[in-house]
């Protein structure tokens, strides 16, 4: 079974914090994708990778960078954390051209 | 207006009952569909992967694709109360890894 793994499952920080969500997969996945979930807009693409180091934007980049240095991990963070970035992350991995495997997700609240 | 549209529910139906959960969606370059089941406090779970158009069964659900109407359902046969979820349509093109997912539908079985 494939398991991609979010690093928490509750987090809490301020406004302005530099935020880090992490996820990790184990079945050599090269895509790796970061969602949030938001009630009533479903799943928002915020960023991509299809291979290391290689990322691309999703629909709603701003206020976020990725980085992901190896293969089975990939990162989220969050520059400067603001009230309106409190949501649901979800992390998924995927071979090429099949479906999405997700993790359970990162409740984060910025106060 | 949305790429895709789900009806958010809340459904509401007996235990044993059919279930039928719909998406429609307007970009005719969609190829690939899915559905994903999301229980309170986890991931979304793929449920369903089909191609074109057509039905796939699985057990007690089949997925139906009618790509002239720009339709797509879910049917759930005697449903339970462990059936209980939020249920995500998603779609892709045929090429690049992106989804677009519904909004999703919540479903309460009631025993």
């Known amino acids: 079974d494939v398991k991609v793994t979010q690093s928490s499952r509750y987090l809490v920080k301020r406004t302005g914090e530099k935020v880090f969500l992490e996820c990790v997969q184990d079945?050599?996945?090269?895509?790796m994708f970061w969602y949030r979930q938001d009630p009533g807009l479903g799943l928002r693409l915020i960023y991509f990778?299809?291979?290391?180091?290689?990322?691309e934007k999703g629909d709603i980049p701003e206020g976020y960078s990725v980085s992901r240095e190896k293969k089975e991990r990939f990162s989220l963070i969050l520059e400067s954390a603001s009230t309106n970035q409190t949501s649901m992350y979800l992390c998924?991995?995927?071979?090429?051209?099949?479906?999405?495997?997700f993790g359970d997700g990162t409740r984060l609240s910025i106060l | 207006q949305k790429e895709v549209e789900q009806d958010p529910g809340p459904l509401s139906v007996p235990e044993g009952a059919i279930v039928s959960l719909n998406c429609t969606y307007s970009?005719?370059?969609?190829?690939?569909f899915m559905w994903y089941r999301q229980y309170s406090r986890k991931g979304p779970e793929l449920l369903m992967y089909?191609?074109?158009?057509g039905n796939k069964e699985d057990g007690r659900f089949t997925a139906q694709v009618d790509k002239s109407s720009k339709y797509i359902s879910l049917f759930i046969r005697d449903s339970q109360p462990s059936d209980s979820a939020t249920y995500l349509c998603?779609?892709?093109?045929?090429?690049?890894?992106?989804?677009?997912f519904g909004t999703g539908t919540r479903l309460a079985v009631r025993p």
């Open positions: 998924a991995s995927s071979p090429p051209h099949q479906p999405q495997h």
């Open positions: 079945m050599d996945h090269e895509n």
């Open positions: 990778s299809y291979d290391v180091k290689m990322k």
């Open positions: 970009n005719s370059a969609f190829q690939y």
């Open positions: 089909t191609y074109s158009s």
């Open positions: 998603a779609m892709k093109k045929s090429s690049g890894d992106k989804l677009t």
